[in-house]
């Protein structure tokens, strides 16, 4: 009889085939007897194809939340989304104030700060919106202005408020 090497095992006693692990499952033990000696990936790995002898860790970036790398990949962080640690299960949210709008970031330095006068309105925000307060006081100062100086500068504070965006996509 000969052992079966790392990631293989022997499924019948005085069998001299041995079958690979599935995929994403791995051995390291020489000789195993069973399948049930094949042991699944961590959640935060992947890659184990059959007869693997380990898995991979997700890269910065990427997220894996179920054991059996192999079978379901490493995915990138969403937009809004961080991992900075290679083997993450989870990406963390960008936190308040802060947004990102592409996948796969790999460290909280890539949410960026929004701009003046704008927020992000949770965590996780994938874009900054303008505040609303600046909007909503915009007919206030309008009227206040057109009150005092006959229309002419609320006509102009009213046309600047009506083109301001809405939202930032940087």
């Keep these: 009889c000969t ?9 019948e006693a005085g069998s001299t085939g041995c079958l690979a692990c599935p995929e994403g499952t791995f051995s390291t033990a020489v000789g195993a007897v069973s399948e049930d ?10 890659g184990a194809q059959e007869g693997a002898l380990g898995c ?3 890269p910065r970036g990427t997220r ?4 059996g790398g192999g079978k379901m990949a490493c ?3 969403g937009p809004g989304m961080y991992a900075d ?4 299960r989870d990406c963390e949210p960008c936190p308040h104030g802060t947004y990102h709008n592409v ?13 003046v006068g704008s927020f992000g309105a949770a965590l996780s925000a994938r874009l900054c919106r303008r505040a609303a307060v600046e909007r909503a006081r915009a007919p206030t100062i309008a009227a206040t202005a057109r009150a005092s100086t006959g229309g002419a500068v609320a006509r ?4 600047r408020a009506a083109r301001a965006p809405v939202s930032y996509t940087h």
Excluded: H, I, K, M
């Design 103 to 115: 996948s796969g970031a790999a460290s909280v330095d890539e949410c960026l700060p929004c701009p």
């Design 156 to 159: 102009e504070l009213w046309t």
């Design 75 to 77: 995915e990138l962080c």
């Design 64 to 67: 894996n939340a179920l054991p």
């Design 56 to 58: 991979a860790l997700c």
């Design 85 to 88: 640690v290679r083997g993450a």
């Design 3 to 11: 052992q079966c090497p790392f990631g293989e095992y022997q499924a």
């Design 37 to 46: 000696e094949c042991v699944a990936c961590p959640a935060g790995s992947e």
